[in-house]
């Protein structure tokens, strides 16, 4: 089974540039009282950015963004904390990424880990999602982590929010 997510988290001040970059930004709550709400990154949305703010560069490896994206993911920060979590997991194996942006500015990341599926490696708490989430105001309570917490187990990808996740009107 695989999960494969890509969305831009934080409060809903951090979000709502989104919405008002693109026709295609949805904003979503993963679990029940949630405070960090997201909108998937979806090819629609990114291209929507792009369309504003140039493309710019790639880099070769880690999260799947331009620095145009990174530009624009600052400015939403402005008012409050944004990060970007994604995944590509396949069968255990795969990576995760974050970043993180406050005032405007990139403050962690990007981050990048590889698992190759045998659990071994840097504790669950310095995975780069857990180390976003947890800057975000997301605690672990009775859940396993952070990831878990926050319901990002609940959604192996961008359809499955658009399936089943709450939509929040802003």
Do not use: C
């Not at 620095?67 to 993911?73: P, V």
């Amino acid at each position: 089974m695989g999960h494969s997510v890509r969305v831009f988290a934080g409060a809903l001040i951090s979000l709502r540039p989104f919405l008002e970059a693109s026709r295609h930004a949805k904003v979503f709550a993963l679990a029940p009282n949630a405070s960090v709400f997201i909108v998937p990154f979806t090819d629609d949305l990114q291209d929507d950015l792009h369309a504003q703010v140039g493309t710019g560069e790639w880099a070769e490896t880690g999260p799947r963004l331009s620095t145009g994206d990174m530009t624009f993911a600052g400015r939403a920060s402005s008012q409050a904390k944004l990060g970007y979590l994604e995944t590509e997991y396949f069968g255990g194996m795969g990576e995760q990424s974050g970043v993180l942006w406050s005032g405007g500015q990139l403050v962690l990341g990007p981050m990048t880990l590889a698992n190759s599926g045998d659990g071994a490696g840097r504790p669950k708490t310095l995975w780069p999602i857990n180390s976003v989430l947890r800057e975000l105001g997301i605690s672990v309570g009775g859940h396993f982590d952070e990831f878990d917490a926050f319901g990002l187990g609940g959604y192996r990808s961008n359809d499955s929010i658009f399936e089943r996740a709450q939509q929040i009107t802003v």
